[in-house]
């Protein structure tokens, strides 16, 4: 399945510019002329001020069809926190802040989380007389999600895209794009048990590039006219550029993938409808000109998730074969309930950009505890990491050639993805990795985790957690900052063990 969700983000207060505040309204009211013309399934996220404003109400209520979705958008606003008894601790004294504190879940006991929820969630049945079945939000903190999914009927979640140090929220080494069900001890890591899944699929927005959302401008040419502060498919980034869209839509809907594929576009009504509206409308063109993508509401991507996908988060893949920019690169990534894994190809280096495992019993910092920082961080177990752990021209990733032109991706089986240059391959697994021909070199550059090397194993022990990637059919050596798997016959098999 091909799947569009076209999703817009409302707020009804954007304090940073006056000029910001005033275009709120008449962006929103053009987006919805928009879907409307283009005659396309959509959602709308609300936050809880758009609920308290009859302006908003009034819009939604004459002109949301069969084909309109309203959805919550959980940033926490004062008029939320006024309405539960809560301090809205803005340092600016700001109605709306896009800081931690006072701005998101986890800036908050687990009490007032509970209360918050309710609130939103009785306020939206008030006005509209159904409760939602989309929450989403940057990011939301576990405990959090699982309140919200246990008490209510929620068809979807969604969160942020990884991103470092961008706003007021850090999240790295999560499921790349498609959709997971989540840890019941941590939102950002897919459940490996049954016992502790949440049953309502986690999707991830904004429709990243799957080149340069990883280390943002490193690999892109020195007089790129895209240059950009983030590159994802919203309208004010690399959206509104026909050749990159082209690219995106063939990168994610036409290349290969493991059986679902799935991006968001829309954008957050701060922008101001001049730099959204005409980026939408030709994306919403060049997706209706591609017969295999449905355009459906978020609700019921959710839904038909659940149905897809009964018991466990399916495996993943997004493959970019060329690169929208001059620069020679190809990217893959695989996901699978157990890790995720970046292939790089820059020039005639192929290596592991990213490779983290995941561990739902790595609990959320904020399970518990509130954030008392600027900022928050999600990640999970890193075992490859060229972002944090590179530092200036340190060579940094795990290399598996130096010497290739390019390689080929074919899906083998529903769980099988092979990459393959020459007399080379790698084969990735739901829970492994196996080569062929190849004699891997690993460069952790700074790493963040400790690093122990064993003669048939590469293990890590990471804020108090334990893993390792488990060697058969090699020998693991290090030396000179140089960790080295030599195969001893043909094929090599790595596989991710959580202790």
């Given at each position: 399945m091909?799947i569009?969700?076209?999703?817009?983000?409302?707020?009804q207060?954007d304090?940073?510019?006056?000029?910001?505040?005033?275009?709120l309204?008449?962006?929103?009211?053009?987006?919805?002329e928009?879907?409307?013309?283009?005659?396309?399934?959509?959602?709308f996220l609300?936050?809880y001020?758009t609920l308290?404003?009859?302006?908003?109400?009034d819009l939604?209520?004459t002109?949301?069809t069969?084909k309109?979705e309203?959805?919550?958008w959980?940033?926490?606003?004062?008029e939320?926190?006024?309405?539960v008894?809560?301090?809205?601790?803005s340092e600016?004294n700001?109605?709306?802040?896009?800081?931690?504190?006072?701005?998101?879940?986890?800036g908050?006991?687990?009490?007032?989380?509970?209360?918050?929820?309710?609130?939103?969630?009785?306020?939206f049945?008030e006005?509209?007389?159904?409760?939602?079945?989309?929450v989403?939000?940057?990011?939301?903190?576990?405990?959090t999600?699982?309140y919200?999914?246990?008490?209510y009927?929620?068809?979807?979640?969604?969160?942020?895209?990884?991103?470092?140090?961008?706003?007021?929220?850090?999240?790295?080494?999560g499921?790349?794009?498609?959709?997971y069900?989540?840890s019941r001890?941590?939102m950002?890591?897919p459940?490996?048990?049954?016992e502790?899944?949440?049953?309502?699929?986690?999707?991830?927005?904004?429709?990243?590039?799957p080149?340069?959302n990883?280390?943002d401008?490193?690999y892109?040419?020195?007089?790129?006219?895209?240059?950009?502060?983030c590159?994802t498919?919203e309208?004010?980034w690399i959206g509104?550029h026909?050749s990159?869209?082209?690219?995106?839509?063939?990168t994610?809907?036409v290349?290969e993938d493991m059986g679902?594929?799935?991006?968001?576009?829309?954008?957050?009504?701060?922008?101001?409808?001049?730099?959204?509206?005409?980026?939408l409308?030709m994306?919403?063109?060049?997706?209706?000109?591609?017969p295999?993508?449905?355009?459906m509401?978020m609700?019921?991507t959710g839904?038909w998730?659940?149905e897809q996908?009964k018991?466990?988060?399916p495996?993943?893949?997004v493959?970019?074969?060329?690169?929208?920019?001059?620069?020679d690169?190809?990217s893959v990534y695989?996901d699978?309930q157990?890790?995720?894994?970046?292939?790089?190809?820059h020039?005639?280096d192929?290596?592991?950009?990213?490779l983290?495992?995941f561990?739902?019993n790595?609990?959320?910092?904020?399970?518990?505890?509130?954030?008392?920082t600027?900022?928050?961080v999600?990640?999970?177990?890193p075992?490859?990491?060229?972002?944090?752990?590179?530092?200036d021209e340190?060579?940094?990733?795990?290399?598996f050639?130096?010497?290739?032109?390019?390689f080929y991706?074919n899906?083998?089986?529903d769980?099988?993805l092979k990459?393959?240059?020459?007399?080379?391959?790698?084969?990735?697994?739901?829970q492994r990795i196996?080569t062929?021909n190849?004699?891997?070199?690993?460069y952790?550059?700074?790493?963040k985790a400790k690093?122990?090397?064993?003669?048939?194993?590469?293990?890590?022990?990471?804020?108090?957690?334990?893993?390792a990637m488990?060697?058969t059919?090699?020998t693991v050596?290090e030396?000179?900052g140089?960790i080295?798997?030599?195969?001893s016959?043909?094929?090599?098999?790595l596989?991710?063990?959580?202790k």
């Open positions: 091909k569009v969700n076209v999703m817009n983000f409302v707020r207060c304090p940073r510019s006056e000029i910001i505040d005033k275009a309204f008449p962006t929103t009211k053009a987006q919805m928009l879907v409307k013309e283009m005659d396309v399934e959509h959602t609300l936050q001020d308290c404003d009859p302006k908003y109400i939604f209520k002109e949301s069969e309109t309203l959805g919550l959980f940033e926490i606003v004062q939320l926190t006024d309405a008894g809560i301090p809205y601790r600016k700001w109605k709306w802040d896009w800081h931690i504190i006072p701005g998101f879940s986890m908050y006991s687990v009490a007032q989380r509970e209360l918050l929820v309710d609130e939103a969630m009785r306020k049945k006005v509209y007389g159904v409760y939602p079945k989309t989403a939000s940057w990011t939301m903190d576990t405990h999600i699982n919200l999914t246990d008490n009927d929620i068809s979807t979640l969604l969160n942020c895209r990884d991103q470092v140090s961008t706003d007021a929220y850090t999240m790295i080494g499921y790349f794009n498609q959709a069900y989540p001890k941590n950002f890591t459940a490996q048990s049954e502790l899944r949440v049953n309502v699929p986690m999707f991830r927005l904004l429709g990243p590039d080149i340069h990883y280390d401008k490193k892109i040419s020195e007089d790129c006219e895209h240059r950009m502060n590159y498919m309208a004010v509104p026909p990159v869209v082209d690219w995106f839509l063939k994610y809907f290349n679902f594929s799935y991006a968001q576009i829309g954008q957050e009504n701060s922008f101001g409808a001049q730099d959204i509206v005409s980026a409308r994306q919403l063109e060049k997706v209706k000109e591609m295999d993508i449905k355009v509401k609700c019921d839904e998730f659940k996908y018991r466990e988060t495996v993943t893949a493959t970019a074969l060329d690169n929208w920019d001059k620069e690169i190809q695989y699978s157990y890790y995720t894994v970046n292939v790089f190809r020039n005639k192929i290596f592991i950009r990213a983290y495992a561990d739902e790595a609990e959320d910092t904020y399970l518990r505890d509130v954030c008392t600027f900022d928050a999600y990640e999970n177990q075992v490859v990491d060229t972002v944090i752990w590179g530092k340190e060579k940094c990733g795990m290399y050639d130096n010497e290739a032109e390019s991706v899906r083998i089986s769980k099988q990459i393959s240059w020459g007399n080379k391959a790698v084969v990735f697994d739901e196996t062929k190849i004699c891997i070199r690993f952790p550059g700074q790493a690093i122990f090397v064993k003669k048939d194993a590469i293990e890590y022990l990471y804020r108090g957690r334990e893993y488990q060697v059919g090699g050596s030396q000179d140089c080295t798997v030599e195969p016959c043909d094929t090599l098999e596989e991710i063990k959580i």
